[in-house]
T-cell receptor, first 115, second 114 residues
Framework: DVKVTQSSRYLVKRTGEKVFLECVQDMDHENMFWYRQDPGLGLRLIYFSYDVKMKEKGDIPEGYSVSREKKERFSLILESASTNQTSMYLC??????????????FGDGTRLSIL | GNSVTQMEGPVTLSEEAFLTINCTYTATGYPSLFWYVQYPGEGLQLLLKATKADDKGSNKGFEATYRKETTSFHLEKGSVQVSDSAVYFCALIAGGTSYGKLTFGQGTILTVHP
C-alpha cells in the first residue's frame, strides 16, 4: 500500500512566522502535490512537482513556496504566515505511468491554524 | 477548460437506502475518471476509477460507469450504511495532461442515519 505521511496532523503558528509542512511518500512516485481544502471552495492546487528540484505553480501559489530536494519528500513553505492561510493542507503523490493517468494517493492532512 | 460538476449536497439518507451522487464532466481528450472519499478528519482515499468509455469501476459496494455519450460518472450504492457517511469527490485527469493533475468537483457531503 502507498503511504503518504504528513509530518503533523494539527499545527498552530503565529502571523508572520515561516512555516514548514513536510510530506513523505514511500512508493518512489515521480509526482507530488500540495492542496488546500476550505469549506465551500473544495480542493485547490497550490504547487506540484514532477521530479526532484522541479516544481510548477498550481492555481493558488501566492504566499507559498515548495522544495523537493529528494524524490520522497515534498515541503510546503509559508514564507510569512497570515490568518487567511488557516486551512487544511493535503499532500498527494502519484506515479506517472504510460498514459499519465495514475491516481493520486493522499496523506491524512495537516490542519493549520494561524493566530 | 476541464471541469467536474457534482450534485449539490448535503445528501441525507436512512441506512439501507439507495444512493446516487451525480457527476458530469467537461474535458479535453479522453479523460480518466475517479471517485474519492474523505472520512471525517482524514485525507482523501481513492474509492474507484475508470479509464475508458463504458468501464465500470467498483469497490466496497459502490459502482460508477464511465458514460462518454452523456459525459457522466455517477456514483451508486444499493444499500448505504452509517459508516458510508463522508464527503465524496468526483475527479478527472484529462487526456494528454502532464503529470497526472486532477480536476476535482466540489464534493458532496453524505450523511447516513440509522
Amino acid at each position: 500500500d502507498v503511504k503518504v505521511t504528513q509530518s503533523s496532523r494539527y499545527l498552530v503558528k503565529r502571523t508572520g512566522e515561516k512555516v514548514f509542512l513536510e510530506c513523505v511518500q514511500d512508493m518512489d512516485h515521480e509526482n507530488m502535490f500540495w492542496y488546500r481544502q476550505d469549506p465551500g471552495l473544495g480542493l485547490r492546487l497550490i504547487y506540484f512537482s514532477y521530479d526532484v528540484k522541479m516544481k510548477e505553480k498550481g492555481d493558488i501559489p501566492e504566499g507559498y513556496s515548495v522544495s523537493r530536494e529528494k524524490k520522497e519528500r515534498f515541503s510546503l513553505i509559508l514564507e510569512s504566515a497570515s490568518t487567511n492561510q488557516t486551512s487544511m493542507y493535503l499532500c498527494a503523490s502519484s506515479y506517472t505511468g504510460a498514459l499519465g493517468n495514475q491516481p493520486q494517493h493522499f496523506g491524512d492532512g495537516t490542519r493549520l491554524s494561524i493566530l | 477548460g476541464n471541469s467536474v460538476t457534482q450534485m449539490e449536497g448535503p445528501v441525507t439518507l436512512s441506512e439501507e437506502a439507495f444512493l446516487t451522487i451525480n457527476c458530469t464532466y467537461t474535458a479535453t481528450g479522453y479523460p480518466s475518471l475517479f471517485w474519492y472519499v474523505q472520512y471525517p478528519g482524514e485525507g482523501l482515499q481513492l474509492l474507484l476509477k475508470a479509464t475508458k468509455a463504458d468501464d465500470k469501476g467498483s469497490n466496497k459496494g459502490f459502482e460508477a460507469t464511465y458514460r462518454k455519450e452523456t459525459t457522466s460518472f455517477h456514483l451508486e450504492k444499493g444499500s448505504v450504511q452509517v459508516s458510508d457517511s463522508a464527503v465524496y469527490f468526483c475527479a478527472l485527469i484529462a487526456g494528454g495532461t502532464s503529470y497526472g493533475k486532477l480536476t476535482f468537483g466540489q464534493g458532496t457531503i453524505l450523511t447516513v442515519h440509522p
